[in-house]
């Protein structure tokens, strides 16, 4: 069975541009949610979708937004690039949106973003 | 908030060594927590959870860990470490706000044969 995918898996950007990120989660998951991870920290969460809905929001700025599709997949976009915003983006997939299993996720590779 | 503390940045073990990762959290109300694991060159992945019920856990490859409510804690352990243990492993943290959830730093396991 195929995982949760992720594309590009590498870009550079540079500042001020606009990136998008696409995810696919795993087939039979209505749950995707968005972390970034900078080098040396654990993962910050970003967003989570479920049934094309927005469920939650971490504390990123404006700059940051997402979508879900009818397929499941999803999107996170970036406007105007700062270099603090270097970083791997993590897409996760779950099954259930039930709170009582949440954080239950399953990861794809990331995309690694460079902005100079 | 929320917050998760690990307390070992970077730990080195020799082979067949015991395993003990710290972990606490800061949240005083119902927690769902795990241990994610990222091995060299692969994605992040499920250790092991906590929802409910016992709290001794057992996830794959021999790892447990243990929810002390009291100490808000959730150590990770393993009896003998194996050189394919090498890895970074997270600890996290969900309040029930569906999938948000809060990671600790990681703690970078180096396992010496």
């Known amino acids: 069975d195929a995982g949760v995918t992720q594309s590009p898996t590498h870009l550079i950007k540079t500042r001020g541009q606009h990136v998008t990120l696409r995810c696919s989660p795993i087939?039979?998951?209505?749950?995707v949610s968005w972390y970034q991870q900078v080098l040396g920290q654990g993962p910050q969460f970003i967003f989570q979708?479920?049934?094309?809905?927005?469920?939650g929001r971490g504390n990123f700025p404006d700059r940051f937004s997402a979508r879900q599709f009818p397929n499941y997949s999803s999107e996170l976009n970036v406007n105007a690039l700062l270099l603090g915003d270097s970083a791997l983006y993590l897409c996760?997939?779950?099954?259930?949106?039930?709170?009582?299993?949440?954080?239950?996720?399953?990861f794809g590779e990331g995309s690694r973003l460079t902005v100079l | 908030a929320q917050s998760v503390s690990q307390h070992n940045h970077h730990v080195i073990l020799s082979e067949a060594a015991s395993l003990e990762l710290g972990c606490n959290y800061s949240y005083g109300g119902t927690v769902n927590l795990f241990w994610y694991v990222q091995y060299p060159g692969q994605h992040l992945q499920l250790l092991l959870k906590y929802f409910s019920g016992d709290p001794l856990v057992k996830g794959i490859k021999g790892f447990e860990a243990e929810f002390i409510k009291s100490k808000f804690s959730f150590n990770l352990r393993k009896p003998s470490v194996q050189w394919s243990d090498t890895a970074e492993y997270f600890c996290a943290v969900n309040s029930g706000g569906y999938q948000k959830v809060t990671f600790g730093t990681g703690t970078k396991l180096q396992v010496i044969p």
């Open positions: 087939s039979g998951h209505k749950s």
């Open positions: 996760a997939s779950s099954p259930t949106a039930d709170r009582g299993r949440g954080g239950e996720l399953f």
């Open positions: 979708y479920y049934e094309k809905e927005e469920r």
